[in-house]
């Protein structure tokens, strides 16, 4: 299966996602790590990692998918999104050369999970989307050896390379920045309708456990308008069952003069979300208990509590119900 298209003026059109970078031989895309190697779009970095740590799996965030389990987080470097408030800039953007970064086979990635006994490998830190391939190759060794998959992405993809690379994950947070075109083109150089077809794809045509994340930014994505008509959408197109997490910015790489978002604001999007209808949102980046933790959608009783990132009362019988009105709560909790 290739993912790319040859012009006869010796130029290949990446079709990874939608930029379809055109690239001559020897150039790497807007991704920086695919690269036109005289023949077809390769990843010639692959295996090389930036990062390699356990982590709870709260801290992707996905908080109805296996909660307190641990997941061995990795990602590699480079992304195909222009996020001008990018958290992890120094993995994205960097211009390093990848092939003083480790290296790791895939089944390496998989022996280390297997060591720290961990249920899951998460790939993260920059958007798997741009080193699929590899994702890919770890992740069908990781599915033979018992254990689940997990991706964190922006969902800027184009639909071959999301079919094939969703159908080997078993739950996802998409992190959609916005919900304004205007904010996606000014502030991450993208097309928010892409994303949004990305959500509608996976809520309706995998098996994947979705979440969504939304890093607030003070004065740019926060107007109660925008949370408001994000919501309406989400309910109306995903349902009211896909958990919602409002994550606190803080100044970072191109965004440095805008402040860190202050509890307030997150707490407003929070209880505008709960009043649209989404059942299950969360509060990222602060230290608050009341918003970072589960609710039976019925009877409102407290079924998970957390503390940062570490579950301190856990309220669900053995079938994933509430212990009082034997109400499920949505996702996998077995
Ligand atoms: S994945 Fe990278 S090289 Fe391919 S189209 Fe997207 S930005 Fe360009």
């Known amino acids: 299966m290739s993912y790319y298209t040859k012009l006869d003026d010796n130029i290949i059109i990446c079709e990874v996602c939608p930029r379809r970078c055109h690239l001559r031989k020897g150039q790497s895309g807007f991704c920086h790590i695919r690269v036109n190697t005289g023949d077809m779009i390769e990843l010639p970095s692959y295996g090389h990692i930036t990062g390699l740590a356990i982590d709870p799996i709260e801290k992707k965030p996905l908080f109805h998918f296996l909660p307190s389990s641990k997941t061995l987080s990795f ?71 018992g254990l689940k998959t997990i991706a964190v992405s922006a969902g800027y993809v184009l639909s071959k390379v999301r079919k094939d690379f969703f159908s080997y994950i078993d739950a996802v947070n998409i992190d959609l920045k916005a919900f304004s075109q205007n904010f996606y083109k000014k502030n991450c150089a993208a097309d928010i309708d892409i994303v949004l077809d990305t959500l509608k794809y996976i809520k309706k045509d995998t098996r994947c456990w979705l979440e969504i994340t939304t890093l ?119």
């Open 75 to 145: 990602g590699t470097y480079g992304c195909n999104m222009g996020c001008k408030f990018c958290q992890n800039f120094s993995i994205t953007k960097t211009k390093d050369s990848p092939f003083n970064l480790p290296f790791f086979e895939p089944h390496n990635v998989v022996e280390q999970a297997l060591l720290h006994k961990c249920n899951s490998i998460a790939f993260t830190y920059n958007d798997p989307i741009v080193f699929f391939e590899y994702a890919l190759d770890v992740a069908k060794i990781a599915k033979s050896a």
């Open 216 to 334: 607030l930014i003070e004065g740019e994505n926060d107007s109660p308008d925008e949370i408001s008509s994000m919501c309406d959408w989400i309910v109306k197109n995903l349902g009211e069952n896909v958990p919602l997490h409002f994550s606190a910015f803080h100044p970072a790489y191109k965004f440095l003069n805008i402040p860190a978002t202050s509890f307030q604001t997150l707490n407003n999007a929070y209880e505008l979300a709960k009043k649209k209808g989404v059942n299950y949102v969360y509060l990222g980046n602060v230290r608050d208990t009341k918003t970072s933790s589960t609710y039976c959608k019925n009877c409102g009783s407290l079924l998970i509590e957390r503390d940062w990132f570490s579950v301190t009362k856990y309220n669900l019988d053995d079938f994933g119900r509430c212990n009082i009105c034997k109400t499920p709560c949505d996702g996998f909790f077995i």
